[in-house]
């Protein structure tokens, strides 16, 4: 690997401390910085002039400069640094902080994957070990650009956290007046972390890409389900990107049922509408488990469009076989600390491995037991005292302590999730944020259908199971999408009147005037984070966003039969969805730290798990309904019920068989693309041999 952080010097050279006044503190314009690679990502601005994306932003507080200090100024020290790893730096001061805006010539970025070890597609179809030598091999992005939004993150991570101490003994460093020391071979940005100097590390937008993304996305509104995919995964990644891409197509499929269900509502069918509700049905079984297959389809499409075969996950460095850099670590310990004896080294990994399996199987449990215990007696007994109290303000009142109560309780249980699954023995990031998933949505799923059930199968009143749907479809999907969407407003809004208010505190209540925010990079930090309500080590916001999909699809599906409507009112939600989310992350929040996550992950088998309960409970429903309201019998409608439950089930589980995950043209280009590769190794291989055989007869 080649080396970096070379700030400080071997031997008995010690770190030259260049100083500076305030103003000149990193402030070098991006045109006059240093560009090893010869190349930088150059964007026209408003007036036709290039100028330098900063993709990065690092926050510190503003200082109160020394002249005479003889001792190292650390941000000083930091900038130097950063130019010398060959990152190009530029210094905005704001209100309370000082921003350093972080861009990379594109060598720069190379050679940092190269030592990453970022495999990338090539021309002749094979992933190979990037190698910036050998650049023009590599397939370029669908943007033209060489490394995706996920891959450039990655190298700056890299570049900016393994600046570290190489010189022989400790640096001592200085930040308005207090001394601390930098260790030999500890990461210099860890330390002013550790320290408070350096506040937090953040993407920051591309201001052209944005207002480009904002007109053709967020604000066109001219196809309701029409996205640029492309250009959200050159923007936000591969994770966000495939989000959107499942919304707009699960938006286009519910225009079926969304008719279909309308016309049940609005055609009055007479007699005929016992016998309309299971057609009804059996239509929306076979719509959703249609729907999940094309999506595998379009799912795959999507990633060879991009060029994807492979995951890069938390860090491209660390991945083989699957398996994180940290888990195979782990293995080569075990193996150097065993020695060669093959018995002790088996019954040594088949312990660790069905220990991991014991610790897997102990926290579902407490997370099942939780819930049969704490949370189900608690669901029964509302959904008991709302059947009947008479008064609708004590109705009101009630519902309102309990979506309190059971907000509370949820975010408690996902937080107890994540403490319960850091002892799991997972072997990547993406297996213990799916665990998380599990464990999570199964309070989300007690908390949101328990009263339903209760009301559906106990009670069997149609009419108050239809005024519950309503009430938690409707009313809760309006609420969810103004708190999602005004809640990170007025945190940025308060953030901004604090940042403010603190300023003419400084200046001592001098009348100063109207004091406005003249860097976008601190208004950018001032926005909130794309984060979770729970779980923000391992999931980011698309946590709640797929959360939100699935108790609306579990909730539509599973009670079609009592009320068809809430197909058309779940279409126009999820039409608004997507341009309310494009918005929320383009001009509310900062630009997401971006995951490599090629598909929609555990979400995929919560869906298919919903389309199974809902073949049993539309099932239940159309049995207490015949019962009731019908002229048959209970007991041959109860056959015909149960016959078409079958049926349905086998077909859920059989279809795979009729549709492939995989477009032909998807497979047939991975075969051609490896019948290439082979080709080409095998003819290098007999060049080889031949100029070796050659070389022995000379």
Known sequence: MAERGKGVTSGSNPIRCIHRSRGRIGN???????DPGGWVRLKMNGHGEKQTTFEIGVVVPKRIVKEENEVCDCVEVLVDEFRKVGLIVESVLGLADEFIKLAAPLETLGRAAAELQIKKPTHIGMDLQFEWEEVEAFVRQPDDSLFSWCERFHCYHYLIYGISNKSKSAVTLNFDGKEFHWEVGESLLRRLEKQGIVKEVFPLHDEVKRKQLLRSWALNWCDITKQPIDEIYSYFGTKIATYFAFLGMYTRWMLFPAAFGLTLQLVDFGSMQLLVLPIFFISIILWAVSFFQFWKRKNAALLTRWKISYSVGADPRYKHLGMEWSSLQAHVELIKRLGTDKTTMKEVSQRDEWFGHLMRFRNDAIIILSIICLQLPF???YAHLYEVIGSDVMKVGLTAVYLFAIQYFTKVGGRISVKLIKDENNESTEYRADSLVYKVFGLYFMQSYIGVFYHALLYR????????????????????????????????????????????????GSSIGKIQFTSRVEKEYLKPAYSASIGEELEDGLFDDFLELALQFGMIMMFACVFPLAFAFAALNNVTEIRTDALKLLAILRRPIPRA??????????????????????????????????KWRIEPGLAAILIMEHVLLLIKFGFSRFVP????WVRDNRVKNATHAQDVCSKQLLRSISGRKRHLVE
């Open 28 to 34: 070098v314009p991006a045109t006059q910085a240093s």
């Open 379 to 381: 669901e029964l007994a």
């Open 461 to 508: 009143n149609f009419m108050t199971l239809r005024r519950v749907l309503i009430q938690r479809l409707i009313v809760s999907e309006v609420l969810e999408n103004l708190l999602e969407n005004s809640l990170p407003y007025l945190k940025y809004s308060y953030k901004k009147y604090r940042a403010v208010r603190n300023k003419k505190k400084r200046e001592n």
């Open 597 to 630: 996550d090629a598909t929609i992950g555990a979400w995929l088998n919560i869906f298919q798990f919903l389309i199974v309960m809902s073949i049993c409970t539309n099932s239940a429903l159309l049995v207490c309904l015949y019962d009731q309201e019908g």
């Open 661 to 664: 995950e995989e477009p032909a």
